[in-house]
């Protein structure tokens, strides 16, 4: 029922067309990361994550022994990236860490800790340099539904149904690559009540997530 219940709300809340696999998240949005971090990752792994940033990403990322290289923003471009920027970063990862591959980059918005929010062309630019390098691209929407409800925050996965749409691409081109996190504590002014959901269009990383998320809840000990 549960499920159910997140999928009936993302669809609504993003305006999503496709059919979206979700597992829900019982640890919040840490548990939710790390987890995607052990299945999308290997040891040395690099992460793409613009900075500033959430400074917990730097200890999930250390959990599994992935590399974050920061993509450097300022207040000049609202603390956006650009495809410049990106490709800037990503030509320097290379160049510093050659034995590594670049696998994710993590798109947070609303952002913390600066509150931007990413446009549909923010994010149209950003999944662009992704698809052509083949890198994920992990939606960080812990603070989303903090928000006016006539405040619109622009949905990674809709931007990217919009793409395969007018490009006329096969389902899955874009949103394969895209999975997005949230959970409820934050909205509902709850500590402690640390539901939430993962979600794309992708099954296979449903699975895994869900095999991982179980060993990892209960094998406190790896902390």
């Not at 500033?52 to 609202?78: C, E, F, Q, R």
Request: charged share 25%; proline share 4%; net charge positive.
């Amino acid at each position: 029922n549960l499920i159910k219940r997140f999928k009936k709300f993302i669809k609504h809340d993003e305006g999503l067309e496709s059919e979206y696999h979700v597992a829900v998240v019982s640890g919040g949005g840490r548990s939710a990361i790390t987890n995607l971090f052990r299945i999308l990752l290997k040891p040395k792994d690099i992460v793409l994550i613009p900075s500033p940033m959430w400074s917990g990403y730097k200890t999930l990322a250390n959990y599994v022994d992935a590399i974050i290289v920061p993509i450097h923003t300022t207040i000049k471009n609202k603390f956006i990236p650009s495809a410049d920027d990106i490709e800037m970063a990503i030509s320097k990862a290379k160049k510093a860490y050659q034995s590594s591959e670049i696998k994710m980059m993590i798109v947070n918005t609303p952002h913390n800790p600066t509150g931007t929010v990413y446009s549909e062309g923010n994010i149209k630019e950003v999944l662009e340099v992704l698809h052509k390098h083949d890198i994920v691209c992990l939606a960080d929407y812990t603070y989303r539904a903090i928000r006016n409800k006539k405040t619109h925050v622009p949905s990674v996965h809709k931007v990217a149904e919009e793409f395969e749409r007018k490009k006329k691409l096969p389902k899955g081109t874009f949103t394969d690559k895209i999975v997005s996190m949230q959970t409820i504590g934050k909205v509902t002014l709850t500590p402690g009540f640390r539901i939430g959901y993962v979600a794309t269009t992708d099954s296979d990383i449903i699975k895994d997530f869900c095999a991982k998320k179980q060993a990892t809840d209960f094998g406190g000990s790896f902390f």
